[in-house]
């Protein structure tokens, strides 16, 4: 049974840090595309960062760049989000996806609230 769960998410001020993690189950962990994505309320759903299995190449949604980090432990099944110097424009839910075409999986999501 395929499973991704996330956690790490919660309450910050802005400023602040999180960092997400993502342990995933039931499939090959090292084989598959792990991306972030988040959605807003009244949003889209939109891709934050994603990471590849092979080289662990990294992309970022432009609104991100330089201010979160994601990487991947494949000896632990987990991908990870360090969100830095976050924004109230960061608060939504935050997924995590793993992909290996034509195999996409999503995990129920962790909330992220950046509030004062």
């Known amino acids: 049974q395929v499973q991704l769960v996330e956690s790490g998410g919660g309450l910050v001020q802005p400023g602040g840090s999180l960092r997400l993690s993502c342990l995933a189950s039931g499939f090959t962990f090292s084989n598959y595309v792990m991306s972030w994505y988040r959605q807003a309320p009244g949003k889209e759903r939109e891709l934050v960062a994603r990471?590849?299995?092979?080289?662990?190449?990294?992309n970022y949604a432009n609104s991100v760049k330089g201010r979160f980090t994601i990487s991947r432990d494949n000896a632990k099944n987990t991908v990870y989000l360090q969100m830095n110097s976050l924004r109230p424009e960061d608060t939504a839910k935050y997924y995590c996806?793993?992909?290996?075409?034509?195999?996409?999986?999503w995990g129920q999501g962790t909330q992220v609230t950046v509030s004062s």
């Open positions: 996806n793993a992909r290996f075409v034509p195999l996409d999986y």
């Open positions: 990471i590849s299995p092979a080289d662990s190449s990294t």
